[in-house]
């Protein structure tokens, strides 16, 4: 579980969050929804410590997250994909995969297994360098390399950036088991709120750093006003 | 046969890998500090040449080669970290001059130290192996031991270097931390430590170096003796591009067989004359490197 | 406001004529009364025309000429007063402003460095070396000229792949040429004369009307020494006049535009390549006439002292007194007349052995020293300083007019 309790962030003169609190519960996935600018990225960069908060905290189940370094906030069990994947082309397919198994434990052929079983076409290119594949192959390497040091929270920037409706629906589905089997944290940013809300159980939306709903996804979902307003659902 | 192994063409080209050896691991340490901080280590000679000075100087002077050589590896190691902790750090995400007055800075300060401490004058070490040539039927064959040992050692260091990269955990931490320092975290490296071992790694890349070119009868130990060195260095590193260690090592290695053909043909001082026109020209037809791959940068 | 200008005109030219007429009645003989009260006159004019606004905004070309006259004055009033050592460090600290100017230009206008101006001082050098051997009776502004267009020529050749080099390459590149400097007059040796280097076949002294003007009485005026270092400060000042046009022209912003930004340069419509090969043939020029007055100061040239220690040196002066500034350029130059006098001092104080290896190595340590120190903690060295000191001191003392 992830506890965010009145956090403020400012880049210089620009605040980007303001007091901002909501939890995400264990076992489930909360959708972080928003326009372009209402500071999605920055609350995930600084759950992951690469951005230090000006007040308020940030905490996993009883640990204190705030002021403490990104490594440590990994080896915590913490897992970031950042916006835009940060998948590293210049390694291999396998190599990418090596590097998220650092920080964990156990036998890293078992792990790689795994996760080829679990993206097929990972496997197939393990040895081809990350550069050479897809968007959506990158967005599923990212994921795997992940989830192969098994986090219990997985922190997802925009998933579903540039990739086709339907591979984006394979996605959120997947996402989704995942966090059912595994029992993770999943906190789910999202430009994309109707995939996003469709899978989630609880939404927070966010307007300029400021939070302007904190409810069940079904509840944000069925909010007309959210929907035109915030959300840009119009159908 | 002979007579081949003996020729001057021959005998060239192996003089010419002798000393290209020593580009070679120069400009390797060179690439192994720009990758991981886009900075040019100017004071990469000075420093190696120091730790030579600590493994050489201070011990006794009846003291095993290998132990100094060892000591002064460690000395490499100490050097290149502290100064990376204590100056290099300091020079992250300021212009790009800074880097480049800080590193000249402390070339000048280590090098005007070494002299203060152990004079300028040369000092010869007591090299294991002979610098005579060996002969074969009675013609001298342009090969040395002590050619053969600086030839195998820079292998063996190359060897090891691209071995802990390419298939140790520490190596796979080192290129991601250069590569993408920002995901590196994300990923539980801790990056600011992978910067201090790369300036370790370097330095004491430099420190074997420095030991070789000392170790060369001729030429003895002194403060300012990898300049020269330096120089032919970096304009392997930059002709073979700086952010490719393979390009770095290979262009140091023909850069090697180029000068000595250069001084057997025409003379001694046209050498660095080439050099410099080679590197202008290869800068201007390739400004990143003959070996650096264009294409397929970061996303 | 006309008032303001014509009460400070009063006040700055009654105060010069008080100090000429006193420095007239001190003064032992008629000749140097007559020479000191023109030196008091030119100061004094000078200075009071440029400490007015108007002249400053309206005229500028005229105000640089102003102050490099008040320099170059100021300099050879202290010519008068020091001894024949002094006076030959002042003449190479003057000829190293010059060059200071330079590489100060360089990185002040494209942000580029260059780690080899001790060899462009080489080519300088040598230049007026070997162009006396062959040509004794050249005028010695002819030789200047000459040995200043030999830098900018291989500053040129240099310059070519500076258009498509940033800084780490550059200066990479400038080092391998001042490392490679020995060599390239080693195969020039029939001309350069090799380890030894070139003698002056006459040394330059001073003219003899100089000396039948002042008499016997002031002959310490007209030494050769205090000759050289105003010939050494007068061209110094041109260097200075020039430099402070190009630094304010349309080339000098336009290149402090590529400095700080590549792109916005581009569609402004400055030509990023010629940029930088201008600044870089200049830097060179600059250093080379600052090692042909060295070659005229110490009438020989002699390889070693353009090792590749004299670029480093050059480049901590710069940053010490201020990198990419014309104040900081003069303080450096300032700093290098003083150093060895202060650097015997302080071995003589510290009780070293003045022939000892810690001695010979003291000015590497310190100026090396200084450069990191200085980089680190003010990177933009005393004028740095300087001008933050100054910007404080007003600030904290408000002038009571509104504006
Ligand atoms: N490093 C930074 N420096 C200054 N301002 C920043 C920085 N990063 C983000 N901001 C500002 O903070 C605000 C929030 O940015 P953030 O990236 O968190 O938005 P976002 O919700 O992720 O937007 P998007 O949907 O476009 O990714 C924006 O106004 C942005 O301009
Ligand atoms: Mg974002």
Redesign the interface.
């Known amino acids: 579980m992830i506890v965010v309790d009145d956090l403020s962030v400012s880049y210089g003169a620009v605040r980007a969050l303001q007091s901002v609190s909501f939890e995400a519960p264990s076992g489930e996935i909360t959708a972080v929804l928003g326009a372009n600018g209402a500071g999605k990225t920055t609350l995930l960069r600084t759950i992951?410590g690469?951005v230090a908060p000006l007040s308020g905290t940030v905490r996993k189940d009883d640990e204190v997250l705030t002021g403490r370094k990104?490594?440590d906030i990994?080896?915590l069990g913490v897992a970031?994909v950042?916006e835009?994947r940060?998948v590293?082309?210049?390694?291999t397919v396998e190599?990418n995969l090596?590097?998220?198994f650092?920080?964990a434990q156990g036998s890293l052929p078992d792990a790689l297994a795994e996760q080829y079983e679990m993206f097929p076409v990972l496997g197939e290119r393990r040895r081809q360098?990350a550069?050479t594949l897809s968007g959506g192959e990158r967005q599923m390497l990212a994921m795997a390399?992940a989830l192969i040091?098994r986090p219990s929270v997985l922190l997802l920037d925009e998933p579903s950036l540039g990739l086709a409706p339907l591979v984006t629906a394979q996605l959120m589905q997947q996402i989704r088991d995942l966090c059912a089997k595994e029992s993770l944290t999943v906190v789910l940013v999202e430009q994309n709120a109707s995939s996003a809300l469709r899978i989630a159980q609880r939404a927070v939306v966010l307007r300029v750093g400021v939070v302007v709903a904190n409810d069940s996804a079904v509840a944000v979902r069925d909010d007309e006003n959210l929907r035109q307003y915030y959300l840009g659902m119009v159908e | 046969m002979d007579a081949f192994l003996t020729s001057r063409n021959v005998s060239d080209v192996l003089g010419g890998l002798a000393s290209g050896v020593i580009y070679a691991l120069v400009a390797l340490s060179l690439v192994l500090i720009w990758r991981s901080t886009r900075m040019l280590n100017f004071a990469q000679g000075a420093m190696a040449v120091f730790a030579t000075y600590i493994g050489f100087a201070i011990l006794a002077p009846s003291t095993n080669y290998w132990v100094s050589m060892a000591v002064a590896i460690v000395a490499g190691l100490v050097l290149g970290g502290a100064t990376e902790r204590v100056l290099v750090r300091r020079l992250y995400g300021k212009p790009e001059i800074n880097p480049i007055v800080a590193m000249v800075g402390l070339l000048l300060v280590l090098e005007s130290v070494a002299a203060a401490i152990w004079s300028t004058s040369s000092r010869p070490l007591a090299t294991p192996f002979s610098i005579v040539d060996w002969q074969l039927n009675h013609k001298p064959m342009a090969l040395s031991p002590f050619a053969v040992y600086e030839i195998v050692t820079s292998l063996v260091v190359m060897a090891i270097v691209a071995a802990l990269f390419q298939y140790t955990k520490l190596g796979l931490q080192l290129r991601a931390a250069a590569l993408a320092p920002e995901v590196s975290r994300l990923l539980g490296v801790r990056v600011s430590r992978m910067l201090t071992i790369g300036w370790m790694l370097s330095t004491a890349v430099g420190a074997v170096t420095a030991v070789l070119v000392a170790s060369n009868f001729f030429t003895g130990l002194t403060p300012s003796g990898m300049d020269g060195v330096f120089a032919f260095g970096f304009i392997a590193a930059a002709i073979g591009g700086l952010d490719s260690p393979v390009g770095a090592m290979v262009s140091g290695l023909a850069l090697g067989v180029v000068f000595q053909f250069v001084g057997d043909y025409v003379n001694s001082n046209a050498i660095i004359l080439v050099a410099l026109g080679m590197l202008i020209v290869s800068l201007m037809v390739r400004p990143s490197g003959v070996f650096t791959r264009s294409a397929q940068r970061r996303v | 406001m006309e008032r303001i200008v014509g009460s400070r005109l009063s006040v700055g030219l009654s105060v010069t004529a008080v100090v000429a007429v006193i420095v007239v009645v001190l003064s032992s003989s008629t000749r140097l009364a007559v020479a000191l009260a023109l030196g008091v006159a030119v100061l004094g004019v000078g200075a009071t025309f440029v400490s007015l606004t108007a002249v400053r905004r309206d005229h500028p070309v005229a105000t640089r000429a102003l102050i490099s006259v008040i320099v170059i004055d100021l300099a050879i009033f202290l010519t008068f007063r020091v001894s024949a050592t002094s006076n030959s460090n002042v003449a190479i600290g003057a000829a190293m402003a010059i060059v200071l100017l330079g590489l100060s230009f360089l990185t002040g206008s494209s942000g580029q460095i260059s780690l080899g101006n001790g060899a462009f001082m080489g080519v300088g050098a040598f230049t007026v070396g070997i162009w006396a051997e062959h040509h004794p009776t050249t005028p010695l502004v002819a030789v200047l000229v000459l040995a200043t267009l030999a830098g900018a020529l291989v500053g040129l050749v240099l310059g070519i792949p500076a258009t498509r080099l940033r800084g780490p390459y550059l200066a990479g590149m400038t080092l391998a040429f001042a490392v490679a400097f020995g060599a390239i007059l080693n195969m020039f040796s029939s001309w350069t004369g090799g380890d030894s280097g070139l003698q002056l076949p006459t040394a330059v002294v001073a003219p003899h009307w100089l000396a039948s003007f002042f008499g016997p009485t002031a002959s310490s005026l007209t030494t050769s020494s205090a000759w050289l270092a105003d010939i050494s400060i007068v061209v110094t000042g041109v260097a200075l006049f020039l430099m402070a046009n190009l630094f304010a022209s349309r080339i000098g912003r336009a290149m402090r535009l590529v400095r700080d930004n590549d792109v916005a340069a581009e569609l402004v419509g400055v030509s990023l390549p010629r940029a930088r090969v201008i600044a870089f043939t200049v830097s060179a020029a600059y250093a080379a006439l600052g090692g042909a007055l060295w070659t005229l100061i110490n009438n020989s040239v002699s390889p070693s002292t353009y090792s590749f220690v004299l670029s480093i040196t050059i480049l901590s002066l710069v940053v010490i007194g201020g990198i990419g500034t014309i104040p900081g350029a003069i303080m450096g130059g300032i700093i290098y007349a003083f150093s060895t006098g202060a650097i015997s001092w302080l071995t003589a104080h510290l009780g070293l052995n003045p022939q000892g290896n810690v001695a010979s190595q003291l000015d590497g340590i310190i100026f090396g020293g200084l450069l990191v120190i200085t980089i680190l903690f003010a990177p933009l060295g005393i004028a740095g300083l300087v001008r933050h000191g100054w910007r404080w001191w007003r600030r904290a003392r408000p002038t009571g007019i509104v504006q």
């Open positions: 992951s690469l990104t490594e990994v080896r970031h950042p835009g940060g590293i082309a210049e390694f190599e090596r590097l998220g650092m920080i360098a550069a390399r040091a």
